[in-house]
DNA sequence: GTCTATACTGTGATAGAC
DNA sequence: GTCTATCACAGTATAGAC
């Protein structure tokens, strides 16, 4: 994978400049996608001029692998996290939280991620198959051992974890549905979301003494 | 919204490329995007030249239109459904299965509608806010009905409808994830995601003598 | 109706002045 | 280090032969 960066990154205008023009094509990119954006935009976006951008990074593939780099750290941060305390389910909502939130606070680096994959991860397949593959097994043995336990209820940790993941990012990657479903007053929809995927998770998480349903 | 259709579809013959060429575009843009794909793209997939496809359609854009409004019918009939049989739970249910087996069986669709909101929904907002909109509350209201009559858990009906479609859009849109996160035997990713979801939902939907969890 | 050849436009990238 | 001007190429679309 083309992982040229910028090598430039000495001076304080410099590092002012990088950090500018990767806020802009995060902007561009996740908005449009990696083909559907142009330089141009993104040199717009900044406030600096085409040839500039390019002065900067060895080219269009460049600024957007540095995105994508950036990104995977962020993204498996929260499920590192997993599991640091007690109470099993509450570790799960947890998680479920701080997903939700991250889908509030940063939606363009969702998208970003979600464009990647859903053309086939072309630059992060090998990241999948690596790191993440790791992290979620790891995480999915802990889950295993909870369930094993008594602790939560018995199911998939592989399909919990995909509906975690699909559930919070939803919110970031399908907005514009999600607000056109809505309709008006759509301001509070992540305090009802919130409520509603903890109430979702805990019913299915919290083991029960008749086991059949 | 230009949706300017080919209006050649007289002959058996050109009935038959008109639908060639429609299938080779959704094979392409569900995988490059729209901005992603080319026409020479398309071409290669349906095996015909360049020039022809541009003599059944006019332009890239038409045929992108054109899958655009089957892919609005083809979306939204399994939710039409919903409510026809008695059980609100079983029928919720049958409903995450019928959208679990569409991920599986028209993945290619999942995704151009994917691409199409991630993007902002450009050209199909109209429609969201409209057919989509209505329908969606529609059912809210009838599942409202069945959390008034005590028969279902109480819970907000938009965002239950929100859950279910992206847990099962999940695996069509996100397969190269899900896929690289199983790591190998990853053939019967359908069934166990069906078992998972079908827990899933119940356990939520469910009502419990005891209120409070 | 379908092909070959080609015009036109948008875009990524570079050369060279300042 | 940053700009103006420009190249080279890819991609959409059309003209005209057959």
Redesign the pocket.
């Known amino acids: 994978m083309a992982r040229a960066a910028s090598t430039?990154g000495?001076?304080r205008?410099?590092r002012q400049?990088t950090t500018q023009i990767l806020d802009a094509a995060l902007e561009v990119f996740s908005t449009y996608g990696f083909r559907g954006?142009?330089?141009?935009q993104i040199a717009a976006q900044a406030g600096?001029?085409?040839?500039?951008i390019?002065?900067?990074f060895d080219?269009?593939?460049a600024i957007h692998g540095v995105l994508l780099d950036r990104l995977l750290h962020t993204w498996l941060e929260p499920l590192e996290h997993l599991g640091e305390s007690e109470n099993p389910v509450d570790e799960i909502c947890a998680y479920v939280t701080r997903k939700l939130e991250m889908s509030r606070d940063y939606p363009r680096e969702s998208r970003l991620f979600a464009n990647e994959i859903l053309q086939g991860a072309p630059n992060i397949l090998a990241e999948l198959q690596g790191p993440l593959k790791s992290l979620t097994d790891e995480k999915c043995r802990l889950i295993q051992s909870w369930i094993d336990a008594g602790e939560i209820a018995p199911l998939d940790p592989h399909h919990l974890i995909f509906s975690i993941w699909s559930t919070t990012q939803h919110y970031a990657d399908f907005d514009v549905q999600v607000k056109a479903v809505l309709g008006a007053s759509t301001t509070d929809r992540f305090e009802t979301a919130q409520t509603h995927l903890d109430h979702l998770f805990r019913s299915m998480l919290t083991p029960r003494r008749t086991d059949g349903i």
């Open positions: 430039k000495n001076t205008i410099q400049k954006s142009t330089i141009d600096l001029s085409k040839p500039n390019l002065y900067y080219g269009k593939e």
